[in-house]
């Protein structure tokens, strides 16, 4: 079984920049694709970055030029860095990962994980 587990959220103001954490762990765990999605109040989960196990990223267009996903590490982590957010960055975010990053951008990730809160403030 694969645990994820979020940190890093919290509260920012408007144009400030904050880092989410994704740690992974168990036995199986190992060349997985793992991302971000995010989910506002009232609205449906929507993909945000994810990284393939050997470095291939994406982005989606709201986070291209704004948000940077790290690699995934040695020690199974990867670091999303938010910068220039705004009142719409805020909900919360969910760290997802599968075997594909096909699979992960779809939201069919097999495993995910709790969320953790970003609120931005204007």
């Known amino acids: 079984q694969i645990q994820l587990v979020e940190s890093g959220g919290g509260l920012v103001q408007a144009g400030g920049s904050l880092n989410l954490s994704c740690a992974a762990s168990?036995?199986?765990?190992?060349?997985?694709?793992m991302g971000w999605f995010r989910q506002a109040p009232g609205k449906e989960r929507e993909f945000v970055a994810a990284?393939?196990?050997?470095?291939?990223?994406e982005y989606a267009a709201s986070a291209k030029g704004r948000f940077r996903l790290s690699e995934v590490s040695t020690e199974n982590t990867v670091t999303l860095r938010m910068n220039s957010l705004n009142v719409e960055d805020t909900g919360v975010y969910f760290c997802a990962s599968d075997k594909t990053i096909g699979t992960v951008m779809a939201g069919e990730s097999a495993y995910w994980g709790k969320g953790i809160q970003v609120t931005v403030a204007s």
């Open positions: 168990g036995r199986a765990f190992s060349r997985y694709a």
């Open positions: 990284v393939a196990w050997h470095g291939f990223k």
